[in-house]
C-alpha cells in the first residue's frame, strides 16, 4: 500500500479505537503511526493493544510504528474542603504544603517541590491555566498568593508552573514501570512527557538503550533554553501544544511552534505537531476551517507529522479524523505554492560526507527527473537524511531490520520496505529497481538514484550514489 502524501499521520488509540476491525480501518483511512497513551492506559490494555496493531500490520502487509507516550510527572491540587472552592479576581488566599488543608479557606498542593522552587512574583496556573495565581511570599509549607484570574477549582485539578524549574525529574516511578513493560513489548517510540532539561532526556535515551526512538515533547517553557540540546539528543521531538498553550501565552504557540520544526528540520530530526489540530471533530463529521487551516500550516511548515488525540482515542468520528487529515495533506502537498515553501525551507547540509551525499541526491533527481530515491538503510540514519532533503520525489527506505523498518514510518516521506542486506553492488542497484518497481514507484525506462554505505552493511557511511535505470529486465 502507497500513500499518496509525504506527512505522516499519528492516531491515538483509545475507547473509539481499540479492536482490530477499528485500527484497520484507521490504517486504511490513513493512520501510520499509533499512538498509546500510557495517561489512560494499563499494562493488559497496552498488550491487547500493541498485538492488535502488530495483527492489523500482518493483515495490511505495511510495517506500523506504535508510539507509546509516558505520562510524566502530574502536579496537582489535594482534596479541597466541599469539593470545589470559587476563587474571585483580586482575592488574596494560601496554599498549603498538604494534601488536605487544616483551614477550609486555603488551598492544599501536596507537592514539596513546589514549595522549595517557586518564587515570589511566580505564577501558579490550576485546570489548564482557567485560573492564575501569583505568588505574593513563599514558605517552606505555606505560599500566599494573589488570584489574577478567578473561577472554580474542584479536587486534584492540575497544576501549571510555566515560570519555575522544578527540581524533578522527568519520569516518575509509574514511568519507569511502563517504560519497561513497553519496551518489552517491542514497540518503536518512546515519548517523553514535561521535559525541561537535556538530562531528562538523557535518562530516557539510557533506559531504552537503543530499544525504541525517543521522542521528546516540548511543552515546558523552560526546555526553550537549551533547544538545540534537547533535540540533538532525541531521535524525534514533538510540538505538544497542548501544556505548551497553557504555560505560555497563546499567541506565543504559532511562533514556537515554528522554531521547533525550524530546529528539528536543520538537526534532521522528525518532528509531530500534535494537540486539538481537528478538535470539534470530537463531536462533529466535518472539522471548522481554522481546523483546517491549521492542519494545513503545520503541513506548509515542513511537519514530518500530524497528530490526532481525543479525535480517534474517544471521538465519535475518528476514521473521519483521520481522513480528513489524509485529505489536507495531500491537497497541502498537491498544492503549487507547497513546493516552492518548502524548497525555501531547504537547510545547509552538515559538512559530513553523509549530508553531502544525500544533499547530493536531492539535486541529481531533481536535475534528471527520477522516479523515485532508494536508500539503503541500517541504523536509519540514510532515510533520515534523504527526509530532512524533503525532496519532491518519493523515498523507499530499503531495511533488513523490522524495528527500523517500523521505526522510520514517522519520518516524512520514507515509503518503508524490510528486505535482506545486499550482498553486492550490482545487487544494491538490482534490487533497488526490483523494489522501485513492485511498490509503484517506477516503470521500466525511468530512473532511480539509489544511495547506500560502503562497505555495505555498515551502519551510518553513507558514501555511495548511483543513477540506475528500470529495466523490463528488472521488472
Known amino acids: ?91 488574596h488566599i494560601a496554599v498549603v504544603r498538604a494534601e488536605t488543608a487544616p483551614d477550609p479557606a486555603d488551598l492544599p498542593m501536596p507537592h514539596p517541590e513546589i514549595f522549595a522552587a517557586l518564587k515570589v512574583g511566580s505564577n ?35 497544576v501549571n508552573l510555566p515560570d519555575t524549574l522544578l527540581p524533578i525529574p522527568a519520569m516518575t516511578p509509574k514511568d519507569r514501570s511502563d517504560l519497561d513493560y513497553a519496551l518489552s ?44 540540546e534537547i533535540i540533538n539528543l532525541s531521535d524525534s521531538v514533538m510540538v505538544a501544544r497542548g501544556d505548551l498553550g497553557v504555560e505560555l501565552p497563546l499567541e506565543a504557540v504559532p511562533g514556537r511552534q515554528k522554531q521547533i520544526i525550524q530546529a528539528a528540520r536543520q538537526a534532521g530530526k522528525p518532528v509531530v505537531v500534535a494537540t486539538q489540530m481537528l478538535e470539534s471533530m470530537i463531536l462533529s463529521p466535518v472539522p471548522t476551517r481554522a481546523e483546517v487551516s491549521d492542519v494545513a500550516n503545520a503541513i506548509f511548515e515542513g511537519a514530518d507529522a500530524v497528530m490526532l488525540s481525543a479525535e480517534s482515542a474517544s471521538g465519535s468520528y475518528p476514521a473521519e479524523a483521520v481522513a480528513m487529515m ?63 532533503e524533503r525532496p519532491n520525489a518519493p523515498i523507499l527506505a530499503l531495511t533488513p531490520i523490522r524495528e527500523m523498518a517500523r521505526r522510520l514510518t514517522l519520518a516524512w516521506g520514507l515509503h518503508c520496505v524490510e528486505t535482506e542486506d545486499a550482498h553486492d553492488l550490482d545487487d544494491v542497484a538490482q534490487r533497488a529497481c526490483n523494489i522501485a518497481f513492485a511498490q509503484g514507484f517506477a516503470k521500466p525506462g525511468e530512473r532511480v538514484v539509489i544511495t547506500a554505505g560502503l562497505p555495505l552493511g555498515t551502519p551510518g557511511a553513507t558514501n555511495m550514489l548511483r543513477v540506475a535505470f528500470v529495466t523490463r529486465k528488472n521488472a
Open 326 to 388: 489524509d485529505s489536507i495533506a495531500q491537497a497541502v502537498e498537491n498544492d503549487p505554492q507547497y513546493r516552492a515553501i518548502i524548497d525555501a525551507q531547504r537547510q545547509m547540509p552538515e559538512a559530513t560526507l553523509p549530508d553531502a551525499i544525500l544533499a547530493a541526491v536531492h539535486d541529481v533527481t531533481r536535475t534528471i527527473n527520477a522516479s523515485a530515491i532508494v536508500c539503503w538503510t541500517k541504523s536509519g540514519s540514510t532515510g533520515l537524511r534523504a527526509a530532512r
Open 185 to 228: 513489548l517491542n514497540i518503536d517510540w518512546l515519548a517523553l512527557s514535561f521535559v525541561q532539561r537535556p538530562d531528562d532526556v538523557a535518562e530516557l535515551r539510557k533506559a531504552a538503550a537503543g530499544r525504541a526512538g525517543v521522542m521528546t515533547k516540548l511543552e515546558k517553557p523552560a526546555a526553550f533554553h537549551a533547544l538545540d
Open 124 to 158: 501558579l496556573l490550576i485546570d489548564d491555566g482557567k485560573v492564575r495565581l501569583v505568588a505574593d511570599s513563599v514558605a517552606e509549607a505555606r505560599i500566599e498568593a494573589t488570584v489574577l484570574q478567578g473561577g472554580i477549582v474542584k479536587n486534584h485539578k492540575g
Open 1 to 91: 500500500m502507497r500513500r499518496s502524501r509525504k506527512t505522516k499521520i499519528v492516531a491515538t488509540l483509545g475507547p473509539s479505537s481499540h479492536t482490530r476491525e477499528h485500527i484497520h480501518t484507521l490504517f486504511i483511512a490513513g493512520a501510520d503511526v499509533f499512538r498509546i497513551n500510557m495517561s489512560h492506559t494499563n499494562h493488559a490494555n497496552l498488550t491487547n493493544l500493541v498485538n492488535t496493531v502488530r495483527a492489523v500490520e500482518a493483515d495490511v502487509g505495511r510495517p506500523i510504528a506504535i508510539l507509546v507516550d509516558l505520562q510524566g510527572p502530574k502536579l496537582r491540587l489535594g482534596k479541597i474542603d466541599g469539593g470545589e472552592k470559587r476563587l474571585e479576581s483580586g482575592q
